[in-house]
């Protein structure tokens, strides 16, 4: 990759994650549907992961997620009623969801922007339910506790509801990053039939 196109990809990704990181945290309030709230951070590291391969997304997703943890790392209960934050799940959280995105069809569909929706939705299905079965295990075995929502509530307001909201708020984040992204044309210049091969060694290893 030349200078000039390594400098434009640099400054794209970083004033992209800054803006997004700072709307997440800004703006969480005007971007809810039935109590819950869209994820801008977890929807921009998928569509970066989907777009442009796993290398570009577990990039991002790690920053993305050393923002949230930094702005917003989830408060954990332990042993004996006391609070603690969990530094580290976002940066988990991310990463995965970069991993799972990069390899998601990508070859089949070629990385077509209307299917990107459904990478968005089927990686917000697996973090929230995996969210849902973590919290019920730790409330179950560390607090001695039964979990408070039915699967009913779990999926018609929870689960449902945040791949909805996600899917909506994906679409301005999809032809950001097609459009106006870090490449031109919307294309990696690493991706031929060699490196789209490499992209994926992961899953072999």
């Not at 998928?46 to 290398?55: A, I, T």
């Amino acid at each position: 990759m030349r200078r000039p196109a390594l400098i434009r990809m640099i400054i794209v990704y970083v004033v992209y994650t800054l803006l997004i990181c700072c709307f997440q945290v800004s703006f969480s309030q005007v971007m809810t549907f039935k109590g819950q709230v869209a994820d801008l951070m977890l929807i921009y590291t998928v569509v970066v992961s989907y777009f442009y391969g796993f290398l570009d997304g577990a990039i991002v997703g790690i920053s993305v997620g050393l923002l949230r943890d930094f702005f917003a790392a989830p408060a954990v209960t332990i042993t004996g009623g006391k609070i603690v934050p969990s530094v580290g799940i976002g940066i988990l959280v991310m990463f995965l969801a970069s991993a799972i995105a990069s390899s998601f069809f990508t070859k089949r569909m070629r990385r077509n922007s209307l299917f990107s929706l459904v990478a968005v939705a089927v990686v917000t299905l697996l973090y929230k339910v995996s969210g849902h079965i973590i919290i019920g295990i730790w409330t179950r075995a560390v607090m001695h506790k039964g979990y408070n929502l039915t699967l009913a509530q779990i999926i018609f307001e929870s689960i449902l509801p945040q791949i909805l909201l996600n899917i909506v708020c994906a679409i301005p984040v999809i032809l950001l990053l097609r459009y106006l992204g870090p490449y031109r044309k919307g294309i990696n210049p690493r991706f031929n039939s060699e490196s789209e091969l490499e992209n994926n060694l992961w899953l072999k290893i």
